[in-house]
């Protein structure tokens, strides 16, 4: 198979999603690799690594895409690249297809395969832990006075305390802040809707991270109290309510922080989403980090993690084809987006109101013993193509 590695051209976007070291082993494997000018430089990766891993070097995106069979980079599609997809070409990449109604239509119009990478991940994504990390790091940067916020150290000084942070949220992004703030010195509490899994917060720390049941009711009562909110809620896009309001902003101090890493509309009212060029803007007196490629800022660090964790979807896709390797993989399966001009994405389909089918009717694997995977997330949808309707 002929793969190509595109350089990502998001605004501020610096990660690329294969280092030398899994192209070799692409290579290795019988695989052809085309990797874009410059694709890794901003990662510390350059164009002679990969030539010496074996890849060949193509100058640009337009020849990656009319020559490789399968096309992969970190984030979306871009408008300027819509009219380079071609029928039946494979695409891995962060989609998020259901916030990007445009970018789908362009991938079911082109009648590509295309795999919404952040589905496809069965131990949580690199990004997730690089995210979590690096947004309770640049949130304590936030709160310096040079930068608006109150000037609180995160560990403390002799008499002064430390920084009291609230992080939303445990799964692997959570996870990551609330391990940063703690390794830093912070007092931190967890707020989730999971019992078992604030027990198991108290007890990998030793009762010394307060936990609270994630609720509106308890987050007002918390918020006058904190210093720093770390979101890493990923909240449904159908919601109604705001998990914190404005008026909940409002009472925090001046110079507060508030980080939202999951950059979803509806669980922070005064929320807007920032870029690494503009990170920071203050609403209510509270200073809020926003940007929504957060990974991006170490991206020699999250590009190694990250490869390495997808290499073998690239691997299993290249030697089994498409319909076995998500037969043999449920998260990969779960991942898939379009196929053919269909579209697969069962989340898409509910927020965008638009048919679907299920990856494994489309596939025609359905009859077969498959690897299982639990929902993506929990919106539902049963508007399905009418031809496919019967079978789903």
């Given amino acids: 198979m002929k793969i190509g590695i595109l350089k990502d051209i998001k605004k501020g976007e610096y990660r690329v999603i294969a280092t030398p070291c899994e192209v070799a082993t692409l290579i290795e494997d019988g695989n052809e690799v085309f990797v874009q000018h410059d694709a890794g430089s901003r990662a ?58 445009e970018e789908l239509q362009a991938l079911l119009d082109h009648k590509v395969i295309a795999f919404t990478a952040e589905d496809t991940h069965r131990h949580g994504s690199p990004n997730c832990e690089a995210a979590g990390k690096a947004g309770a790091f640049m949130g304590l940067y936030a709160m310096m006075s040079t930068n608006g916020g109150c000037g609180k150290f995160v560990s403390g000084l002799g008499a002064a305390p430390n920084v009291r942070a609230v992080v939303l949220g445990c799964g692997t992004v959570g996870m990551a802040a609330i391990d940063t703030l703690y390794r830093m010195g912070a007092w931190v509490s967890v707020g989730a809707t999971n019992i078992g899994h604030l027990r198991e917060i108290t007890e990998h720390y030793h009762g010394e991270i307060s936990t609270f049941i994630s609720n509106r009711y308890n987050i007002q009562k918390l918020l006058p109290q904190v210093d720093m909110v770390v979101n890493c809620v990923r909240w449904p896009k159908d919601a109604k309510e705001f998990l914190i309001d404005r008026k909940m902003v409002q009472s925090m101090h001046k110079g507060s922080v508030i980080v939202d890493i999951s950059n979803d509309y509806g669980v922070i009212e005064t929320f807007h989403p920032t870029t690494h060029e503009d990170p920071m803007y203050i609403e209510e007196g509270v200073v809020h980090y926003c940007v929504d490629n957060i990974p991006g800022a170490i991206a020699g660090s999250t590009s190694v993690a990250y490869a390495a964790s997808v290499l073998p979807h690239f691997r299993s896709i290249a030697k089994n084809g498409v319909a076995e390797a998500c037969a043999r993989d449920g998260f990969l399966r779960r991942g898939l987006t379009a196929y053919k001009g269909y579209l697969t994405h069962e989340e898409s389909s509910c927020i965008q109101d638009r048919p679907w089918v299920r990856p494994e009717v489309i596939l025609d694997i359905a009859d077969r013993k498959l690897d299982s995977a639990p929902p993506a997330t929990r919106s539902r949808s049963e508007q399905f193509y009418e031809e496919f309707a019967g079978r789903c």
Wanted: proline share 5%; hydrophobic share 40%; glycine share 4%.
């Fill in 44 to 101: 510390g990766f350059e164009d002679a690594e990969y030539a010496d891993a074996g890849a060949m070097i193509l100058e640009t995106k337009e020849e990656i895409y009319a020559t490789c069979d399968m096309v992969a980079k970190v984030k979306e599609i871009e408008p300027c690249e819509y009219d380079l997809l071609r029928e039946n070409q494979i695409i891995y990449t962060c989609i998020h297809p259901a916030a990007h109604p």
